[in-house]
C-alpha cells in the first residue's frame, strides 16, 4: 500500500479545526495527491471540543473512518491536551501543538515517551498578525513544516484561491511565520 498520512486535528467549535484540515487537504489535492477532509460534530455548541480529519495519500483511499491511530496529532487549543487528544498515538506520531510551552515541557507534562513533539505560540502569533486568537492558519503552517507532506507554496496557493480577499494577506503572513517560528525537539 502506497505511504497513507492519517491527520487528526483538535479543536473548539468556532476555532477552524476543520477549515484547517480542508486546507491541508486541497494543498494535497493541488500536488495531485488523493486526499479525505472531514470533521466529527453534530449540533455542539460553540468552544465544544471537536475533531476533524485529513488523509493524504499517493493512491485512492478506500477507508471510510474516523482515525484512530494517527500519524499526526494537530492541536489547535492547548486546553485540550490531554488523554483525549493522545489516544491513539503511536510511537512514530508527530504532536504539533499551539503552546507557549517547549516540546520538552511538553512530553514532560504529557508523559509522552515516544514521537516527535513541535510547539508554537500559535495563539499570541494570531494575536500579533491577525488581530484575533483564531489559529487555525498558523497551525497548519506548522504541521506542514512538521511533516512536509506538502508543500508551503501550496498552501499559500490554496490561501489565495479560496479566503476572502480582504484576510488572505494576514492569514499568508500567520502561516509563513508559523513555519518558520514552531520548534521541535
Same mark, same amino acid.
Given at each position: 500500500?502506497a505511504?497513507?498520512?492519517e491527520?487528526r486535528f483538535h479543536?473548539?467549535?468556532g476555532q477552524?479545526a476543520?477549515?484547517?484540515? %480542508?486546507?491541508? &487537504?486541497?494543498a494535497a489535492?493541488k500536488e495531485g495527491?488523493y486526499? %479525505?477532509s472531514?470533521?466529527?460534530?453534530g449540533p455542539?455548541?460553540?468552544? &465544544?471540543p471537536i475533531? &476533524?480529519? /485529513?488523509r493524504?495519500?499517493?493512491e485512492?483511499?478506500n477507508l471510510?473512518?474516523?482515525?484512530?491511530?494517527?500519524d499526526v496529532?494537530?492541536?489547535?487549543d492547548?486546553?485540550?491536551?490531554?488523554? %483525549?487528544?493522545?489516544?491513539?498515538m503511536?510511537? =512514530?506520531?508527530i504532536l504539533?501543538?499551539?503552546s507557549?510551552d517547549?516540546?520538552?515541557?511538553i512530553?514532560e507534562k504529557?508523559?509522552?515517551t515516544?514521537?516527535?513533539i513541535w =510547539?508554537?505560540?500559535?495563539t499570541s502569533l494570531?494575536v500579533?498578525?491577525?488581530?484575533?486568537g483564531i /489559529?487555525n /492558519?498558523?497551525?497548519?503552517?506548522?504541521?506542514v513544516?512538521?511533516? %512536509?507532506?506538502v =508543500?508551503?507554496q501550496s498552501?499559500?496557493?490554496?490561501?489565495k484561491? /479560496?479566503?476572502?480577499e480582504?484576510?488572505?494577506e494576514?492569514?499568508?503572513?500567520?502561516?509563513?511565520?508559523?513555519?518558520?517560528e514552531v520548534?521541535s525537539?
Amino acid at each position: 500500500m502506497a505511504h497513507l498520512l492519517e491527520i487528526r486535528f483538535h479543536g473548539r467549535g468556532g476555532q477552524g479545526a476543520w477549515t484547517a484540515s %480542508q486546507i491541508l &487537504a486541497l494543498a494535497a489535492l493541488k500536488e495531485g495527491k488523493y486526499v %479525505q477532509s472531514f470533521p466529527t460534530f453534530g449540533p455542539e455548541r460553540m468552544g &465544544a471540543p471537536i475533531e &476533524a480529519y /485529513t488523509r493524504i495519500s499517493d493512491e485512492p483511499i478506500n477507508l471510510h473512518c474516523g482515525i484512530y491511530n494517527p500519524d499526526v496529532i494537530v492541536v489547535l487549543d492547548p486546553t485540550l491536551l490531554g488523554s %483525549q487528544v493522545l489516544r491513539g498515538m503511536k510511537p =512514530s506520531s508527530i504532536l504539533v501543538v499551539n503552546s507557549k510551552d517547549k516540546p520538552k515541557e511538553i512530553r514532560e507534562k504529557l508523559k509522552v515517551t515516544d514521537g516527535k513533539i513541535w =510547539s508554537i505560540d500559535a495563539t499570541s502569533l494570531a494575536v500579533r498578525i491577525l488581530g484575533r486568537g483564531i /489559529t487555525n /492558519t498558523a497551525m497548519v503552517g506548522a504541521a506542514v513544516r512538521a511533516t %512536509q507532506i506538502v =508543500s508551503l507554496q501550496s498552501v499559500l496557493d490554496v490561501i489565495k484561491e /479560496t479566503f476572502e480577499e480582504s484576510i488572505v494577506e494576514k492569514n499568508v503572513e500567520l502561516i509563513k511565520k508559523a513555519y518558520e517560528e514552531v520548534v521541535s525537539e
